[in-house]
């Protein structure tokens, strides 16, 4: 059905369609052909073509995939709605660096900086992560070597004549034709990156381990086809020198698993957008002009479109009611739980859930317009703004990783020049030794090994980390911003307080409104009719039910005539209820929702609903104010509501009746005040600034896109977890650079021995077996220091 007044222009063809001739085309034959509704292709009727009878027409398709599209959306072909989608234009898929977003590029592929990977812009990848797949592939090769290597190696420690059996010769030669196919292929990709690292001199990670691994493997090689180069001092007896083949290659394995786990992390980046995009329905029910309805691809709905929506659906697109009434779910907007009234001229937005009624809609916005794919717009934006903690190894990287290659540099020229003979080979073994004491497993080690620690320890505590970089920047938060409903609040409405008038007995008036109430299908309803039958009273037997739109309902029960509602309906009812205004408006001021009672033409009392304030709330919000966070409350909810809740609970500021795009605007705001913004809340409502603010927090009993979208999930939805979080934050940022330490001390001290500085003291060079040592007890102190955050306090 065409209606131009509710079309949007750019759907609009550049000329009328000719929907009569294009019937025509498909299912008038032209020298025995015609042309397929679909495609357009031209189809002989004479060769076995799928064919399909629709109203009594036979049509024709070029294929088993024309054929199924048409069957599964006849009138989006022949009605010309094809013709009238909007098409998007063609585009290839863009990547970009999360590290160094200026770097964007068609397909993906590593970033030229940093050497990261790089994520699609729109945060969902359409196939499996390629690059995810390859380095476990290249790990489990990595591994399959590592491990008989280190078997070889540490053999004569374990009292195992393994190398006695087969000859140091053999064993060097098996070590050699291990390690080879490592470095020379799985390690490949390290190897690529390093060197554009160095032809770019955007000197990172990647840049150490090609200079650590290349140097072990090399000076290996060299050793065991060549071992008579050397000092017959550094020879083992038998003439074989000592090589670190398994080093290079234990290196490899160690940075694939780092690689690995960082490539499955990075790859839930997306669940977000795949959450929001799954809050869309893949069909529609589509309604035609000649009154058939049947579920049409999503995609294939156009402006103008009409479609029912029934009880329990989600609404496909942003449209306009033409018919029916109901309540909708809006809480993916506003994240409060109470439903809204929708009837004929209100619009509704696509994602949210149609409650009970059954609604004919007509079709505004679709596609890329929607509210929802403006809301998964933002999201994926906001992610992409995000750096990883890791900048900071590399950040120091750039400045070591000079300093080691001119100082391996400078070692081998000072030894050419005034060592002993041979002066050649020991200048080799001195810058070698550099190299291999310089080897990055410490500082690849540095911030991974404290981040996977404070992961766990977080998780005992009911703090889940979801990324990295949430840790680094809780530290620094001084702004928090939350939501009220589910966050501050249970997010479930109860019957929180009954007041009577007169000599009507509490429990027969809650009688009547559970019997009242129980035939409202008004969002407040359920929640009273729980509430009194919680207090084991039962149901009145209520007839000549009516609800008064906007104002509420009224009955009868026997001989007694009931109305229930605000004071409108008392008006309505002929009430005079303004006596008890004053203790209604009190109620309204703790942030509840007054509601007046009616029996036989008297006021009978009042009942009150709200959403009940969690019980560590308070205390919480006491403390974070202790830890110097300004507290802001941005809400859907009403402004009265809001700053009743505010109120008791100490908030510095209030935000209500804010939409998504306002809740990011907010944290966008403060961004450019200067603050550091940590954002919490529940909701799908609260998506877009959870992925924008420095840290967004998300309780885990709230909408799997808000703990999609947040950097921290507090599973037991404890508004407290938010201090556990940032005690957590503070000590692994600590840990962090104490790890860091610990890696630069070891090489700050190892290099110049390595270089030779106590050769005029000793008379003897650094071997590369003490060089390697040395690398791997810097990776000890690094592990072990990171694991005492398993025991770190979290709780004042």
């Known amino acids: 059905m065409d209606h131009p007044h509710h079309t949007h222009e750019h759907d609009q063809p550049d000329k009328p369609v000719d929907t009569d001739a294009l019937f025509k085309a498909a299912t008038v034959p032209v020298d025995g052909k015609v042309k397929d509704p679909v ?59 999360p590290m160094d977003p200026e770097i964007v590029q068609e397909g993906p592929g590593t970033c030229p900086i940093c050497g990261m990977a790089l994520e699609p812009m729109d945060g969902v990848s359409d196939g499996p992560n390629h690059e995810l797949v390859d380095f476990t592939r290249r790990l489990w090769v990595s591994a399959g070597a590592a491990i008989p290597l280190l078997v070889l190696t540490m053999a004569p420690m374990l009292g195992l004549p393994i190398r006695q059996w087969l000859g140091e010769t053999l064993t060097l030669y098996l070590e050699f034709a291990l390690a080879t196919p490592v470095v020379i292929w799985a390690a490949r990709p390290f190897f690529h990156r390093g ?63 780092g690689q690995v786990l960082e490539l499955r992390a990075r790859e839930r980046t997306g669940d977000a957008i795949r959450a929001l995009l799954d809050l869309a329905p893949k069909t529609a029910r589509r309604i ?17 479109d009409r479609l029912r929506v029934r009880p329990g659906e989600a609404i496909p697109v942003d449209s306009v009611v033409i018919d029916g009434h109901t309540s909708v779910d809006e809480s993916m907007l506003t994240g409060e739980p109470l439903a809204v009234k929708k009837a004929e001229g209100d619009h509704v937005t696509g994602g949210t859930l149609n409650k009970n009624g059954s609604l004919i809609i007509e079709a505004e916005k679709v596609g890329d317009e929607t509210m929802l794919a403006r809301i998964v717009a933002m999201v994926s934006s906001a992610q992409r703004s995000r750096a990883p903690i890791q900048g900071l190894a590399d950040r120091v990287a750039s400045y070591f990783v000079p300093a080691v290659v001119i100082a391996a540099v400078l070692s081998f020229v000072i030894w050419m020049l005034i060592g002993p003979d041979p002066a050649f080979v020991f200048a080799i073994v001195s810058a070698v030794s550099v190299l291999i004491i310089a080897c990055p497993c410490a500082l690849g080690l540095a911030t991974p090994m404290s981040i996977m620690t404070a992961t766990g320890r977080g998780a005992q505590a009911g703090v889940l980390i979801k990324d990295a970089e949430a840790l680094e920047r809780m530290a620094k938060v001084d702004v928090l911003v939350v939501d009220k409903t589910g966050t501050l609040t249970e997010g479930k409405p109860t019957l929180t307080d009954v007041v009577t008038f007169g000599e009507i007995a509490e429990a027969q008036m809650l009688a009547l409104v559970r019997g009242i109430e129980s035939g409202s299908e008004h969002p407040l309803a359920e ?87 969690k019980a560590t709330a308070r205390d919480a919000i006491k403390a974070l104010h202790e830890a110097g966070l300004k507290i802001i409350m941005a809400t859907g909810d009403n402004e009265t509501t809001a700053r009743a809740v505010a109120k008791q609970l100490g908030i510095d500021e209030v935000r209500a009746g804010v939409l998504p795009e306002d809740k990011k605007a907010l944290v966008d705001e403060l961004h450019k005040a200067g603050h550091k913004v940590a954002m919490a809340g529940d909701g799908v409502n609260d998506a877009p600034a959870l992925a924008a603010a420095e840290v967004g927090i998300a309780m885990g009993t709230g909408a799997d896109v808000a703990v999609e979208s947040a950097g921290i999930t507090l599973l037991k939805g404890d508004l407290g977890g938010i201090l556990r979080a940032r005690r957590l934050s503070e000590a692994t940022i600590r840990n962090i650079k104490q790890n860091l330490f610990f890696a630069f001390a070891y090489n700050s001290v190892g290099v110049p021995i390595a270089a030779g500085l106590l050769y005029p003291i000793t008379g003897t060079l650094l071997s590369p077996m003490i060089a390697a040592a040395a690398m791997s007890l810097s990776s000890v102190s690094v592990i072990t220091n990171a694991l005492r955050l398993r025991s770190v306090k979290l709780d004042a």
């Not at 690292?197 to 290996?220: E, H, K, Q």
């Not at 001092?233 to 940075?255: N, W």
Request: proline content about 5%; aromatic content about 10%.
């Open 39 to 97: 495609c357009g292709m031209t189809v002989a009727l004479d060769k076995g073509k799928p064919t399909l009878s629709h109203k009594g027409d036979n049509f024709y398709f070029c294929s088993t995939g024309c054929h199924d599209k048409f069957e599964r959306d006849p009138y989006f072909y022949l009605s010309g709605n094809k013709a009238r989608k909007k098409k998007p234009a063609p585009k290839n898929a863009k990547y970009t660096c």
């Open 195 to 257: 060197w554009t690292s160095i032809r770019t001199w955007n000197l990172n990670m990647w840049t150490l381990i090609m200079i650590g691994v290349g140097a072990a493997y090399l000076y290996s090689t060299i050793a065991t086809f060549l071992p008579h180069l050397f000092p017959a001092g550094l020879q083992m007896p038998g003439g074989h020198m000592p090589v670190y083949f398994e080093a290079s290659v234990v290196i490899v394995a160690l940075v694939f698993v």
């Open 288 to 304: 035609t002009p000649d009154g058939d309805e049947y579920d049409a691809p999503l995609e294939n709905i156009v402006s103008g």
């Open 527 to 613: 929640a009273i009719v729980e509430g009194v039958a919680g207090r084991d009273i039962e149901a009145a037997a209520v007839s000549d039910f009516e609800a008064v739109t906007g104002k509420g309902v009224s009955g009868r029960s026997g001989e007694q005539s009931i109305a229930l509602g605000n004071a409108a309906m008392m008006e309505f009812a002929g009430v005079d209820a303004k006596a008890a205004d004053k203790q209604a408006d009190a109620l309204r001021a703790e942030g509840k929702t007054a509601m007046y009672v009616a029996i036989d033409g008297k006021l009978a009392g009042i009942i009150a609903v709200a959403d009940p304030i």
